[in-house]
């Protein structure tokens, strides 16, 4: 039984509580009948934060999932039971795959009513089991703070990720001890309880580095995640070595420093980058799972090259390459221990790596730079891409999904800083991430110009969200490469399927019209000529705008996709 007394918060009035004492400022989410406890606590205490009223639970866990990505703090999505937790759950997913701290909190039919067939009745236990990295259903209220407590330390610890809290409307309405509504101030911000690497393992893995002829860092997210862009600028320059990205670790060097190679892999990756990769004797990863993005599937690095792998996960290293040395811990620290080992030895060695990349890196764009001049209609994109590199601020965010304008940023949008300004869902790819992820993204970085971008594809998904968008009055700008087709599927028909084309073209949408509707102000530009002006209208307004931008099909284009360029 619990400890409560006479004047004991409800559960719901505890979960508000906890949120709060957990550093949270905002929840993305979305009402139903079995969350009213919840809301209500929400609406009559004073807590600090702020709700934002989504339209579909899957923009509430894109909403979170960015959120957390620019602000350090856990991103907080909620949403009913029934259909509301099945559509919460592909953003938990996309979270917890990328490294992201979200927590998920879905609201349940009570406790008692289970089996007997009640309205919007799932497992949700089960369902969630398998997809997050802690998960848990709050059966009994004397259980509810211990519980909070346990899924902001899983999400902020180790490998962060995701988790969810089942809310059952009884256990809402259930006293709860006060006395036990206290909180941990490290889980508020992420990554917590930063792990070191064992000391040995540093000598092994500089020895092993400093013994290499042409030596390459492939950094994922970690490097990002951690916050330790300035270490890695450290090693970059003290070895002037090569340091090449994912798509996800893109910020981890500002792509205008001269060690820094960019995008390499099968999605952003260039034939250059590939070749500077694969003439590698050695490579570091760092935060990087090596995936088949990353590697091409597994061919570039070749199962030849020394590895070495820096990562919190000790899960991630080894996967796919015999590794000659392992650091098991946070990339941050990790790193700074590398550079005081590498200090403390007073080495001459260093690799040559800016001559070597100024080279590749004029080799890689001079395609892209004869295309973004091009005055062709329909619009080619690496003329959008060109035009919004030259007008976008330096702090800029930019949110893309992964149809169209993946590739293309990952592969020529030079991001003049290091840190968080590019997000995109490349764990899982659901089309639909960028316009409400663009939200998360806004709310979190409120002075930064967040620029959405995506396909047409991905605006049929999640164009409700435009609605949010106006009542918010987020001056968020959204570019769409209106091309009418799921481009991404199309090209691959065309490079590997002898361009049978099935089931993937559909009706051009008025985009501009309907964002207009919703109360953006909009533009729709079909002449190369116009593009600029349309761009830094919508880019200078004070309010949210779209730019409709009639594109040329993704199938037809030179996308930096490995697979279709072959």
Not at 402 to 422: E, I, K, Q
Not at 469 to 487: A, D
Request: hydrophobic share 45%; net charge negative; charged share 20%.
């Amino acid at each position: 039984m619990s400890d409560a007394r006479p004047n004991s918060p409800t559960g719901a009035e505890a979960m508000v509580r906890l949120l709060a004492a957990h550093g949270v400022r905002h929840i993305f989410g979305l009402c139903g009948d079995t969350s009213l406890p919840f809301y209500d606590a929400l609406a009559r205490l004073d807590h600090g934060m702020t709700h934002i009223l989504t339209r579909d639970e899957r923009s509430a866990g894109y909403m979170a999932d960015a959120y957390a990505r620019v602000t350090g703090r856990v991103g907080i999505c909620e949403g009913p039971s029934g259909g509301g937790a099945t559509y919460i759950l592909p953003g938990l997913v996309e979270a917890g795959e990328s490294s992201v701290p979200v927590i998920g909190i879905t609201t349940d039919v009570s406790v008692p009513s289970r089996g007997r067939y009640p309205l919007t009745e799932l497992d949700q236990e089960a369902l969630f089991r398998p997809l997050t990295k802690w998960n848990g259903l709050i059966d009994r209220a004397e259980r509810l703070p211990n519980m909070v407590r346990h899924a902001f330390r899983a999400v902020t610890t180790g490998r962060p990720g995701a988790a969810h809290l089942g809310l059952p409307f009884d256990v809402q309405k259930a006293p709860v001890d006060p006395d036990d509504l206290w909180a941990q101030p490290e889980f508020a911000t992420w990554p917590a309880w930063r792990s070191a690497p064992d000391p040995a393992a540093v000598t092994a893995l500089v020895d092993a580095l400093l013994s290499a002829k042409n030596p390459m860092i492939v950094c994922g997210g970690g490097v990002v995640l951690s916050g330790g862009e300035a270490e890695l600028e450290t090693l970059a320059r003290s070895l002037d070595i090569v340091v090449a990205t994912t798509v996800s670790g893109q910020g981890s060097l500002a792509e205008t420093h001269p060690n820094c190679l960019g995008v390499v892999g099968s999605n952003g990756g260039t034939p250059p980058t590939r070749a500077m990769l694969e003439a590698a004797d050695l490579v570091l990863f760092i935060g990087c799972r090596a995936g088949s993005v990353t590697t091409e599937r597994w061919r570039a690095p070749t199962r030849r090259t020394r590895i070495l792998h820096i990562d919190s996960d000790p899960l991630a290293v080894s996967a796919n390459y015999l590794t000659e040395v392992a650091l098991i811990g946070d990339a941050r620290l990790a790193l700074a221990a590398v550079n005081a080992e590498i200090a403390g030895r007073n080495t001459s060695v260093t690799f040559g790596a800016a001559a070597a990349i100024a080279p590749v890196i004029r080799e890689k764009f001079a395609p892209f730079l004869d295309l973004a001049a091009s005055g062709a209609s329909p619009i080619v994109p690496e003329r959008t891409i060109k035009t919004l590199n030259d007008l976008l601020p330096d702090d800029a965010v930019v949110v893309a999904d992964p149809g169209t304008p993946c590739p293309y940023f990952s592969g020529y949008y030079v991001w003049p800083r290091a840190g968080r300004h590019f997000i995109t869902n490349r764990a899982h790819g659901a089309l639909g991430y960028a316009l409400p992820a663009s939200v998360g993204a806004q709310i979190g970085r409120p002075n930064a110009k967040v620029v959405s971008v995506m396909g047409d594809g991905s605006f049929g998904f999640a164009c409700g969200e435009l609605e949010t968008v106006k009542r918010l009055n987020l001056p968020i700008t959204f570019v769409v490469f209106s091309n009418s087709v799921f481009g991404w599927i199309k090209a691959g028909q065309k490079s590997g399927f002898g361009e049978r084309y099935f089931s993937v073209d559909f009706s051009r949408t008025a985009h501009a019209d309907v964002a207009a509707a919703f109360g953006l102000k909009t533009w729709r530009v079909e002449d190369p000529a116009d593009l600029e002006g349309a761009l830094k209208a919508a880019l200078a307004h004070d309010g949210p705008t779209l730019v409709d931008v009639i594109s040329q099909p993704l199938q037809d284009a030179r996308a930096p996709v490995s697979e279709w360029v072959a």
